[in-house]
């Protein structure tokens, strides 16, 4: 678990010990191989059943059917449930059986036979605590204990001014999104500058909220906007319902992926990207790290992810092309610093969408397409309120060459006191340069015809 992530499981875990305390319990930590954990809890209280949320990759999957295996040897029962997805992996599948590879064809078949995931359960009023045995005490630890949170430096202070965490805090985040951005999220989602998009992605990965909760609320806002005409069509001509569904279908896609493939984190889904000749280049990649490209759409959008832990999700796309495509790094670099900064990081979209972006995943955008950081910047931050905001070295800068400051001429860079190359970078490549690199490279792996 990455950094940020790890701050946001603190702060969520503190915020679940304050609900329990509203019930009269509280939160039990034990740290530990959690097979041996789950397994001497289950004995000491002398558990009739344990309970848990299904997990999806390999590894997880594997460990659980252990553990579960171990319990119910000992006389205990397991239940398991799907508190994380609107559908499971395995229940959708092919004519064939097999698993998809396409999204399209995959999210329609999800959604065939008008699926609707089953409603989400109120949570309960009373719960019915036992007191914890001095065998178990020995092994409680405290949050603070589990040494989640950064120390020195304290790297988190933008995440706490950026986010809330926790279950009442997603339900807010839910609330704010259906009433102030969700009727214009189609048109709107693209734009960096608008808080248009949910942002409910971390309160998803830590389970805060689910997408069961997420569903049902948008459907119950959509008809309610109908109900007082503000919503004349219906549902299936709705654009923003579709495409915020369409979304949340992505994220179904990914564990989808996670659970029928290989790790995701680690392998390539289309395994002639092994032969890509990949870059070495540490220099290049601690100046995309660190917000220092020379491209002011790319920088902005590194810097917002290192000062809030969040990205805009068009921002992310540009930014990852242009690891993978301009600077020709490795998508596994990528994913890795995403995994490390990111508070919505998880082991299924994060690597999905690298190797969607790179060309190399299930359903990817086809390598040759290659994001000009520029037209991307003038075209979904023209007046540039968002680059200005987190360049603001740049501030000073008319529209017209804000994204590409080294046109600007000498008067111009100097009435705004940009001295480039010193209080703000030169490109640190030339993208028609990159971009060709970036197709040759590729001819490895396709043959040219398929490139036009």
């Known amino acids: ?22 019930l ?33 990759s390999k590894a997880q999957t594997e460990m659980d059917a252990s553990i579960k295996k171990d319990l119910i040897a000992r006389g205990i029962d397991v239940s ?25 064809a995959y999210w329609k078949a999800a959604r065939r036979d008008n699926f609707f995931p089953p409603c989400p359960l109120s949570a309960p009023a009373r719960v019915t605590f036992f007191p914890v045995s001095k065998n178990i005490s020995a092994h409680v630890r405290t949050l603070p204990e589990l040494a989640l949170q950064p120390s020195t430096p304290d790297w988190a202070e933008g995440l706490r001014a950026t986010w809330r965490c926790g279950e009442e805090a997603a339900g807010h985040q839910l609330e704010a999104f259906i009433e102030n951005s969700f009727s214009d999220y189609a048109g709107a989602r693209d734009f960096p500058a608008t808080r248009a998009t949910s942002r409910l992605s971390p309160y998803l990965r830590f389970g805060n909220i689910s997408a069961r909760q997420v569903w049902y609320a948008t459907l119950s806002a959509v008809d309610a906007m109908r109900s007082r005409r503000v919503v004349r069509i219906d549902d299936a001509k709705n654009e923003s ?125 086809p ?25 603001p070295e740049l501030s000073a800068l008319p529209a017209e060459t804000l994204h590409s400051p080294w046109t600007a001429s000498a008067e111009a860079l100097r009435e705004a006191s940009i001295a480039l190359g010193a209080s703000y970078p030169f490109p ?16 490895i792996l396709n043959p040219p015809s398929q490139m036009k």
């Open 241 to 365: 319902l579709n495409k915020f569904f369409s979304e949340l279908g992505w994220r179904e896609f990914s564990y989808y992926l996670l659970y029928h493939c290989e790790p995701l984190h680690q392998f390539n889904f289309r395994r002639q990207f092994d032969a890509m000749p990949w870059r070495t280049d540490a220099k290049a990649l601690r100046a995309w790290q660190r917000g220092k490209t020379g491209y002011p759409l790319v920088d902005a959008g590194m810097r917002e992810l290192w000062h809030t832990g969040w990205m805009h999700n068009r921002v992310r796309m540009v930014t990852a092309s242009f690891l993978t495509k301009h600077l020709l790094i490795d998508w596994r670099e990528g994913e890795a610093w995403f995994w490390d900064t990111l508070v919505d990081a998880d082991e299924a979209s994060n690597p999905a969408g690298w190797q969607w972006v790179s060309g190399s995943g299930a359903d990817a955008a």
């Open 428 to 443: 640190i490549v030339d993208h028609q340069v990159a971009r060709a690199r970036a197709l040759s490279s590729v001819e």
């Open 80 to 104: 398991t449930f799907n508190g994380h997805l609107l559908r499971e992996p395995w229940t959708v599948a092919t004519r064939e059986g097999l698993p998809f590879q396409v999204f399209s």
């Open 24 to 56: 009269g319990g509280s939160l039990l930590v034990l740290r530990g191989n959690e097979h041996e954990a789950i397994r001497h809890l289950a004995v000491e209280t002398r558990a009739a059943m344990v309970c848990w949320n299904r997990r999806y």
């Open 1 to 22: 678990m990455g950094g940020a992530q790890k701050w946001w499981l603190h702060e969520s875990l503190k915020k679940l010990d304050g609900s329990l305390s509203a």
């Open 367 to 391: 390598y040759f397409r290659i994001f000009n950081p520029v037209l991307q910047g003038e075209k979904f931050d023209s007046s540039g309120e968002y680059t200005r905001r987190w360049v």
